[in-house]
């Protein structure tokens, strides 16, 4: 329910959906995802949800200008002051506390979707695109990664597959040639839509650096 804000475009519906699809993925805690043109520029979990923004806004505050922020529990007032002064397009929360929404709506062009709920990852359903001519027809990409087999001469630390686990959830969602770096449960580097792996990973290079 969109309960503030300009009208949605095309674009916003899309590149709302992204987000929300993503941030549903983090299930155990508090997580931000901020889009922009259909691919994440920041994804965190935090202890809360204000530290779970700041994190994902830290990953690339350039790209994040303009752009849609979701969130997988209620927004609540200390989080809604920070995202405040950020130029965001939309903001999508599950729930909306009445003193966050009170700091948001002295933004009256920003768009402020409640959902009462959160996407299922594990939920399958039918993904379609039109061609000329036709349409493709495929089923919703809804595996959960589960046991992972170690080949590498060193094998990761706890955190760094935890970190990795991380990583690709958030690569599911970034459109090729997808490139993620995170650390402790963010992300610190994501290239994305190259022509090239090697760009995407020379971007990715230069957001973490």
């Known amino acids: 329910t969109q309960v503030q804000g300009k009208q949605l475009s095309f674009n916003n519906l899309n590149d709302t959906d992204a987000a929300f699809e993503l941030v549903a993925e983090f299930i155990d805690g508090p997580a ?46 200390t989080t809604a002051e920070e995202v405040a002064k950020l130029f965001a397009e939309v903001v999508i929360a599950p729930s909306i506390d009445a003193d966050a929404f009170q700091i948001l709506s002295g933004k009256k062009n920003l768009r402020v ?65 997808a490139i993620v770096y995170a650390k402790n449960g963010a992300t610190v580097g994501v290239g994305a839509g190259q022509m090239s792996r090697i760009n995407s990973s020379r971007i990715a290079t230069w957001k973490a650096d």
Request: charged share 20%.
């Open 32 to 77: 931000c995802v901020i889009v922009k043109h259909a691919n994440p520029c920041g994804v965190a979990i935090g202890e809360n949800l204000s530290e779970a923004y700041a994190r994902a806004l830290a990953c690339d505050t350039e790209s994040a200008f303009g752009g849609i922020l979701a969130f997988n529990r209620a927004l609540d007032a």
């Open 113 to 177: 979707l409640i959902t009462e709920g959160l996407p299922d990852p594990n939920a399958s359903a039918p993904m379609i695109r039109t061609l000329s001519g036709g349409y493709l027809l495929q089923g919703r990409d809804n595996q959960i990664l589960d046991e992972l087999k170690v080949v590498t001469k060193r094998a990761p630390t706890n955190q760094e597959m935890i970190d990795l686990r991380f990583a690709f959830i958030v690569a599911k969602h970034v459109k090729s040639n």
